[in-house]
């Protein structure tokens, strides 16, 4: 970590803001509803971590002098609302805290401005306000000037566990009505947020959320606009809808712009539990931030993320010690105390490299800040059903948490989290926080590649059915690979997936061979061959003398789905006692096709969709199951089959 100028802090504070102002939809604060009430007593409850936040950080441009940096003044305020009060907390960080003046606003604290009607006009009329709540330690908050009546306020002050960084907190409560603001969707108003500072017995700074110019108090045609939106926000993110798919690019594109922006809400060092309900703080305002961006669709998870980190870092052996990104799902939202479960899962990206663990289908791309911070900006897809979600995930409900990682001084210094407040997550469930799938609808979207899905051994000029399995899905892309999916040519687009696709196989000889099937609008969604496969381009890459199957096979059935029956191949490369049995996709037996020594060569057997007694059974999707047992080799592998009668 390094400090920076007072000027660098100014301009380069200001350029993020303009950047990433993720509660400011063309100049106006989305002020989003409290799905439950905060307690007023200066403690930041769990609602407002899904809040609608912005910094406040504009010095007044001719009276006291700009920040010194982090510790010297640092600020953020969260806002909600719902019918009866509009809820205000703020954060400052302020290395000296004083009350000393018997001047109010020449102490520490911080004055909020209304203006119902949004009028600007330029002189104060019956429908502005200027309040001023001033930090007291040890007791609720002075109200001075126009606070309206009912008007509730707390303070608190806070020291970081370990570190220089202490401040104080605001929150306040003020009723609608008295302001004369409409408690509903779509109701605008004028609205600033100012922070004065009292340094070496003067107050030396002030900052705001809008404008510039000191003149608020009397003068309301420079306040800012804030919006009362529809969005709620409560102690569970929520995970909205996301159409059309992003470019996943590390660039943010407008796909992204209804999404919401949300705030870490926690700090912690590594290794360090939370003592006291206070947080580990950083020591510089740049030295890390960050701020995400959640969305999905049917067929996958979306992450977008800025962050601010002044040394970026990846010199450590142990993937988690790396400057990097970590994501946790628990996809039955069981919340398992001090373990994981089978649907619960961690994945982590390490700057500037792949996936260390848990998202190997995942697509992900690091970027640059647009302001000239440093730091970096992470966006992915994670296929749905890496999140492991349960089998009743229509209830809309998985445990959720996203993790910075800070490696600064050759250590793993900070880690900032949406939810969580200690290290514990790695290895217990229950520290997740909870996220709702917030979809007007939850279509199930399946691909699956049936064939060729590796080991199959192809003659150059054959005619080969690609087969498939595919629910929600009506046109794919069909690619083929000759090197093992080093590079991917594309073989067709906008294939119905009603009918498999015949495939005229090139005069290519490879082992490295693999097919890929794509769903033709979303480039995440696909499924690949399981394994290689093999193309022969003459006689000569058969056994010399012998016309055997080089290897044992289990091919897809054909046709698929049927209807009254379907035949399956399969191919042994020496005698082996076979067993071919069906089960359904639980895993329940239905019957047994083949029990029997069987001689090296091609073989097939028949379903005709009945079970061990001969009573038919309903559509669905079966599985085939074979198992080898030869002298030297043994093999087993499956293939789905889709009955539709």
């Known amino acids: 970590m390094r400090r920076i100028s007072t000027l660098c802090v100014c301009l380069s504070l200001m350029c993020f803001m303009t950047a990433a102002m993720g509660y400011v939809k063309d100049g106006i604060w989305q002020v989003h509803r409290a799905a439950t009430p905060p307690v007023i007593d200066g403690e ?14 504009k010095p007044d441009a001719a009276v006291g002098v700009p920040p010194d940096g982090y510790l010297d003044l640092f600020c953020e305020s969260r806002v909600l609302w719902d019918d009866p009060y509009l809820y205000i907390f703020i954060k400052v960080v302020d290395d000296e805290i004083s ?30 306000w200027q309040c001023r709540i001033e930090f007291q330690d040890g007791s609720d908050a002075t109200l001075y000037d126009h606070c309206p009546d009912y008007t509730e306020a707390a303070t608190a002050k806070w020291e970081a566990i370990d570190g220089d960084a202490s401040g104080y907190a605001i929150e306040v409560a003020f009723p609608l009505g008295r302001l004369q603001i409409d408690p509903k969707e779509g109701s605008v108003f004028g609205f600033e947020i100012q922070i004065n500072d009292r340094d070496n017995d003067t107050c030396e700074t002030m900052v705001r959320w809008w404008g510039t110019d000191n003149r608020a108090w009397t003068d309301p045609s420079l306040f800012g606009t804030a919006e009362l939106v529809w969005y709620w926000a409560n102690t569970k993110l929520n995970i909205m809808e996301l159409y059309p798919p992003p470019e996943i690019d590390g660039v943010l594109d407008e796909s992204w712009e209804d999404i919401m922006t949300i705030e870490s809400g926690t700090y912690v060092y590594t290794n360090a539990d939370v003592v006291d309900g206070s947080f580990t703080e950083i020591q510089y305002w740049n030295d890390l931030q960050m701020e995400f961006k959640a969305g999905m669709d049917s067929d996958n998870f979306y992450l977008w993320m800025e962050v601010i980190d002044d040394e970026l870092c990846t010199s450590s052996t142990h993937a988690h010690e790396n400057d990097g990104i970590e994501l946790f799902f628990d996809g039955g939202n069981e919340k398992t105390e001090g373990a994981y479960d089978d649907n619960d899962i961690q994945m982590r990206w390490v700057y500037g490299e792949g996936h260390d663990t848990g998202a190997p289908h995942s697509v992900y791309a690091w970027g640059e800040l647009e302001s000239d911070l440093e730091g970096y900006t992470f966006e992915c897809a994670i296929p749905a059903e890496d999140l492991l979600l349960a089998e009743n995930w229509d209830v809309k409900k998985i445990g959720f948490e996203i993790q910075v990682n800070d490696r600064d001084n050759d250590t793993l210094e900070n880690i900032i989290r949406w939810w969580g407040s200690d290290n514990m997550i790695r290895t217990d469930a229950s520290r997740m926080g909870t996220a709702l799938l917030e979809f007007s609808f939850l279509p199930v979207h399946i691909i699956s590649l049936d064939s060729p899905n590796g080991k199959e051994v ?22 083929v690979s000759y090197n ?34 794509q769903k033709a609008d979303n480039l995440y969604r696909y499924d690949i061959s399981d394994a290689p496969f093999t193309i022969q381009t003459d006689i000569s890459d058969i056994e010399e003398g012998s016309d055997k199957p080089k290897a044992f096979s289990l091919q897809p059935n054909h046709p698929n789905p049927f209807n009254s029956s379907t035949r399956i191949l399969y191919t042994l490369p020496e005698p082996a006692r076979v067993t ?61 089959m889709m009955l539709v009668k």
């Open 458 to 479: 192809y003659q150059s000029g054959a005619t080969v059915p690609v087969q498939w399995y595919c629910v929600g899905i009506e046109m794919l892309n069909l690619y």
């Open 484 to 517: 093992n999916g080093n590079s991917w040519e594309l073989l067709a687009s906008n294939i119905p997936t009603t009918e498999p696709y015949d495939w005229q196989v090139p005069p290519v000889s490879t082992t490295q061979a693999l097919i890929k099937i």
């Open 44 to 57: 930041m409850d769990a609602v407002y971590y899904t809040a609608s936040t912005e910094r406040i950080m």
């Open 99 to 128: 009350s000393s003046s018997p001047n109010s606003y020449e102490n520490d604290g911080a004055e909020i401005y209304f203006d119902a009607g949004n009028d600007k006009t330029e002189q104060y009329d019956m429908d502005d």
């Open 580 to 640: 071919l049995n069906v089960y359904t996709i639980k895993g329940r037996h239905i019957c047994t096709m083949i029990q029997d020594r069987q001689e090296a060569g091609s073989h097939h057997a028949s379903w005709n969709g009945t079970d061990e007694s001969g009573n038919a059974v309903s559509s669905d999707v079966y599985i085939c199951r074979m198992q080898a047992i030869g002298a030297d080799q043994t093999f087993s592998d499956s293939r789905k």
